[in-house]
C-alpha cells in the first residue's frame, strides 16, 4: 500500500480527501496535519467520521516523513517551502492549491502577491489537468492540482480552442459555485441566512481563476486567449455551472461541433459529453468525478453555449487529486473515483 | 373604493395580486375567477389565506361585470376574447400574460403560435413598463404587464441602449430564476428533489422573452437589438437576477456611466442603482417591487457587465401589475407596495 | 407621530423592527443604536434597505432622549439599566429579550446567570403575550416581550391549561426553528454547510426557553406546568413549528376540544385554529404576524396533539413587539401587521 | 458474479439499488424491469447515469428469469405474486416494500387493505433488519426490507425494548424525513414551491409505519408496544432523524444506559452509538449505511431521549437492502457499502 499523508486535512478539501481515501483499494493515509487541531482526531471535527476515521492530527513534518506521496491542502502561499523540502526527500507532491498552477510567475505575483521561491519547482512541476496534460503528469514529481472553476472552464473549452474554432478574446463564462467553494470558514457570504434563498455575484471580473484559465488555454492556443469570467454563489453546498460564451470564428454546424467535441474526449471516462438536446445539471454529478458538458448554438446572433458542470469537490478539486494521484502511482484512473453520482 | 377583479386567481400571480389587493388601501377585490376551483374559497388552495381572504371563486362573465379594473392571469392566448369583451364593457385591463406584450403580431405569432383577435386592441395597448412607458399607461385602456426576465433585462438596459452607448448586437443575458417562475403546476422540474440542491439552464437561447426584449429595446434603439438570452433555475423560490454583458462601442469611464444611471432613474421609485462596488442580490429585493442595478467593467476585454435583480413575482409580474394600476387609476405609484424587502 | 428608537438596531430583531415600523402609520422610527455600527447608515448593513431606510445608528443615550417609546434587541442582561434609565424619563419599553419575561428571579438567575437590578420594575413589569395579557399590557410601561418558542408553545397549550383538561405535568413540546432564530453573529450551526440539507437538535432538554413556558403556563394552571422541551434546527430562514404532545386527563372528543380552542381565540385576530383535519405549515404563515394551531388526537393512545406555526420573526418576536406596541399606545393591533402571509 | 436483478427499478428505491450495485464487487445487475419505461435506458430517466450504466428496462419475466436474487421495488400490494413466482424459481426475494414486513394478516390488511395470498411464504419470509434478524436472514429466501422510518425507530428503541428498561406505552417518536422518502411521482407536497422554506406534519398519527413498529417491537418485548408517531417533511432531499421520547421505569442513570447501548451494538458496524454529550445530525450519515443514535435524559421529567438519525435511501431503504443481500449471499456485510457519508 502507498502511503499517501495530507497537509493541511481539516478544511474541506482535506476532508474530502480522507472521504475518498478512506475507499482507496491500493493507498492508506499515512497522517494528516492540522495546524489549529493538531493532536485531535479528524472525526471530531466531522462527526461524520465517527467510528470510520479517527486519525489523529500531526505536524506537517511527521506527515511528510510518513508519506510516500503528499497532498497539500493549504491557503494559497504555504506549499511551496513544504513542496520544497517533501522533493528534497524525493516524495511526490499534489498540491491542492494555486502556488504551482502557474508558470508565469508574474501573473502568480499580480493575483495572489506572491513570488516563486524556487523556480527550478516550477519549472518541473505539471498542472494537473489529466485531460491535457496525462503523460506529464505520469512523470511528475510536483504536481499542481488546478482550480474548480479553471476545471470547469477549461474542458468546456479545450476541444474548441486546440483547434482554433473560436474567437480566442472575448469569451464569457458566467459560472455558478456552491457554497464549499468558499470553504469551511465563517464568512458574512456563508452564513446560512445571507445566502439561502438568495443569489448573488462576486469578484466581479477580478477572480483569481481568471489568469489560470486564460494561461492554460493560451498555452494550448498559441495565440492570448481571453476571457470575462464571473463566478455567482448558489444556494447549494456543492457543484459548479458554467454557461461559456464563445463567437465561432465562421459560420458552424452544431452536429460537427458535437462529433469533434465526442472525439476529443473519446477516451477521458471523467468527461461525458452530453448528447445534444440535453442540459448539462448540476445533480447528475452530485458527488462524482465526471463533468457534464452539453452543447448550444444561438444562429442568429453567431453564439457557441457552451454548458459544463462538475462537482466542486471532486472533479473540482479533491477527486481530481485523487485522479491524478492514480496517474502518477501507475493506477487505473478511476480507481476509489468509480461511485455513479448521487443524483437525489 | 375601485372594484378590481382577477381572471384565473389561482395561480401563482393570481395568489400575490389577491396578496397584494388584500391591503391596498383604494382598491377593493371584487371577484376572483377560477375554471378548477369555481365555488371554493381561495383559503381552500392557499391555507395560509384563511381567515384573512375567503372569497370565493366565481365565473369569469362574473368577474369581468363586477369589476372596474381587471388582471388576466391565464396562459397566453386565452387572455385576448376576454379583454375584447371586457373593453366593450369598458373595463380597463391589465393582462399578466404575453397576448398584449407584443405590437408586432409576426413576432408572437412566431414564438406562441396564436394571431391577433382583433388588431386595434393590440395597436392601443401599452406595454406595461412604468419606466419606460408612464404616461402611455396613465391613459391606457389594456396594459400588457411585461414578462419577469424581460423587465429585469430591460430595466438593466435601457439607460445604455437609450444613449447608444453600447452596440445592439451581441448582447448576452445570462439570467437566473426561482422556481416561482414555472408556476403551481407540477412538473418534473420544479419536483423538489430535481431541483433542490441542482442548477440548470433551460430553453437555452430559445425562450419567449427574447423577442419581448430585443422589440422593446429595439422600439427605444432605433436599431435592431439582438441578444442571447439564457435563462437558468436556481433552487429558491422568488427572484430573478440577470448577469448582463455589452460591448461599450468606445471604451468608457464607469463612474460616468454610473451617473447615466443615476440620472435615467433619478424619478423611479422602484429602480435602485447601487453604488459602485456592491452587487446586486435577491434576498436584498425579496418580496420587495424593488429592482436593484449595479455596474461593473471588465476594462481588458472592454465587456460592461450589468446585473440586475427583483423578484419574479413582485416587479417582475404582480407587483408590476398593481403598480401599473396605480399609475392608471391615478393613484400613488407606491399605493401597497412600499413593503421594505424582507431581506432575510 | 410617535417617535419609536431602537436599542439594538442592527441585529436580526432590530432590522425585522426597522421593516415593520418603515410602514406604520403612526409611529416614525426616531433612532436607532448600535455600539458596533455606530455612525454608520442601516442600509449599509442591510442593503436591501438601500434608498428606503438609511437612517444612521447613534448612541443609546440619543436614541432614549428621542423617543416615545424604545424597543430593546440586546443580548440578555443588557436591557435593565436601559429600561431603568428609560422609565425615570418617562418612556415606554419593550424589551425583545429575556430580561423581563420572569418574575421569578431564582429561575432567571439559574437560566441566565443574572439578577434582578431593581426588583419594582420586574413587578411592574407585563408580560407581552397579547392573547393572555392584553389588559395589562395596555397599561404597562415596561414589557417584556416573549421569547419565539415560547409563544409558539404557549398559543397551542393556554386554552388546554386554563381549562385544566390535560395533565399538567410530562409535557412534551418538540420543537422545529428557521436559523435567523440563532441570529445574525457567524457561528459552526449558521454556517451554510452545516445546516443546508441536514437537521439537528440542540440543547436537548436545556433550553431557555424551558422555564419561561413553565413559569407563564403555570401562573394560569395554578398548578406546576412541566414540559420536556427539545428545540431543533430547520434548513430554512424563518418559521417555527412545534409539535406538542399532551396526555388529556380523561378521553376526549376531539370536536369539542377543537370547539373551545375557537371559543378561546374567537376575538384574537393573530391566532388562527384551523379547521380539523388541516395541519399547520410554515409556510402558511411566513411573513406575517398569524399564528396557526391545528389540533390531532391519538386516540389508541390518548395523545392530543397540537401543531402550532408561526414566523419566528414576527409573532415570534418584532411582530409580537408591534402587537405590543400598538396595545400599550392604544392603536389598531393589527396595524402595520395586517399583510397577509407570503404563501410562496 | 451474482446476478441481481430489479423489479421497478426506475422509482428512487431502484435507482438508488443501481446506483450502489454498480459498485459492488461481487454482483452483477442482471436486468432492471419498469413498466412504464420498458426498452427505454435507466441513463434516459437518470440522466446522471449517462455513460456510465445504461441497461434497458424490460419485463418483470425476463428479470426474474435472468436473476440469482431480485429486488423488488414496487408500490405495496403489488409484490406477492411476483415473489411467489420467484421463489418456486428459487430465486431469493429481497421485497423492498411493504409486503413481506408483517407476520399479523389482520395489520397488513388494516393498513394496507390487502390479503396475504400464500400464507406459507409470509411465515418463511423474513423481517429485514440485520441488527435484529441476522441469523435468519442468512437462510432466508424471502425478506421484508423495513421501513425507513420504522428502521430509524427500531434500531433506537431495540436496546431499552429488549431489557423492559421503559415503559413499553406511551412511547413518542416525532419523525423528520426527506423528500425522497415520498419518492418519484410528482404531487402538490413534494412541488419545490410547497415544501421549500416550509416545514409540516402528515398523516399525523396515521401513518403507515406505525404497525410495523409496534409489530416489531413487540416480538422483542414480548408485550405490547404502543407508540405515537408523527412524521415531518424536511425540506432537504436525503435523511431522516427520529427524536423519540420514552419514559424509564424507573429512575435511570444515563451512563448506564449508554453502555447497554454500546454493548447492544458493540458488534454492528453501522450503528454508532454517539459519545454522551453528541446529538444525531442527518449530514453525519448522509449518502451512507450508518445510523446514528445519541441518548439524552431529562432528569426533571424523567424522560430518555433518544435521537436516531440515517440516510432514508440507504439504510432506511436500498443501502439496507444491499447489506440483507450479502448476508444472505455470505458476502462481507460492508461490501459495497463500506463509503464514508458525505459530510458536505
Given at each position: ?85 517533501a522533493v528534497y526527500k524525493n516524495k511526490i507532491c ?49 504536481i499542481g492540482n488546478p482550480g474548480c472553476y479553471a ?32 470553504g469551511k470558514n465563517l464568512t458574512e457570504s456563508s ?154
Open positions: 500500500m502507498i502511503q499517501a499523508g495530507i497537509i493541511g486535512g481539516t478544511g474541506y478539501v482535506g476532508a474530502e480527501l480522507i472521504r475518498l481515501l478512506s475507499n482507496h483499494s491500493k493507498v492508506k493515509i499515512s497522517g494528516v496535519s492540522s495546524v489549529q487541531y493538531n493532536g485531535k482526531s479528524i472525526s471530531s471535527i466531522y462527526p461524520g467520521f465517527y467510528g470510520l476515521q479517527e486519525i489523529a492530527c500531526e505536524s506537517q513534518q511527521e506527515v511528510v516523513e510518513k508519506s510516500d506521496l503528499i497532498f497539500i491542502a493549504l491557503p494559497s502561499g504555504l506549499s511551496q517551502s513544504i513542496v520544497e523540502n499534489i498540491d491542492m492549491g494555486a502556488d504551482f498552477r502557474f508558470k508565469n510567475e508574474a501573473l502568480y505575483k499580480k493575483w495572489y502577491g506572491k513570488t516563486f521561491l524556487k523556480h527550478k519547482l516550477h519549472e518541473q512541476s505539471v498542472y494537473g489537468l489529466p485531460e491535457l496534460n496525462r503523460e506529464h503528469i505520469r512523470k511528475a514529481q510536483v476545471t470547469s472552464v477549461e474542458l468546456a473549452l479545450l476541444p474548441l480552442i486546440s483547434e482554433g474554432l473560436i474567437e480566442e478574446e472575448g469569451i464569457i463564462a458566467d459560472c455558478k459555485s456552491g457554497v464549499t467553494g468558499s452564513h446560512f441566512v445571507n445566502c439561502n434563498e438568495s443569489f448573488t455575484a462576486y469578484k466581479v471580473a477580478n477572480h483569481r481563476h481568471t489568469p489560470e484559465i486564460e494561461e492554460t488555454l493560451s498555452s494550448v492556443s498559441k495565440k492570448n486567449v481571453k476571457l470575462t469570467f464571473i463566478p455567482h454563489l448558489l444556494p447549494i453546498n456543492r457543484g459548479i455551472l458554467s454557461t461559456i460564451y464563445a463567437t465561432p470564428k465562421k459560420a458552424i454546424d452544431l452536429e460537427r461541433v458535437h462529433e469533434k467535441y465526442r472525439e476529443f474526449y473519446k477516451n477521458e471516462y471523467f468527461v461525458k459529453v452530453l448528447p445534444l438536446g440535453e442540459v448539462s445539471k448540476i445533480n447528475n454529478v452530485r458527488l462524482s468525478n465526471y463533468c457534464h458538458i452539453s452543447l448550444h448554438y444561438d444562429e442568429e446572433n453567431n453564439k457557441l453555449i457552451i454548458i459544463s458542470c462538475l462537482d466542486n469537490m471532486m472533479k473540482g478539486s479533491a477527486g481530481q487529486g485523487i485522479q491524478n494521484m492514480n496517474i502518477v502511482l501507475g493506477f487505473s484512473e478511476k480507481e476509489g473515483l468509480a461511485a455513479l453520482p448521487a443524483v437525489f
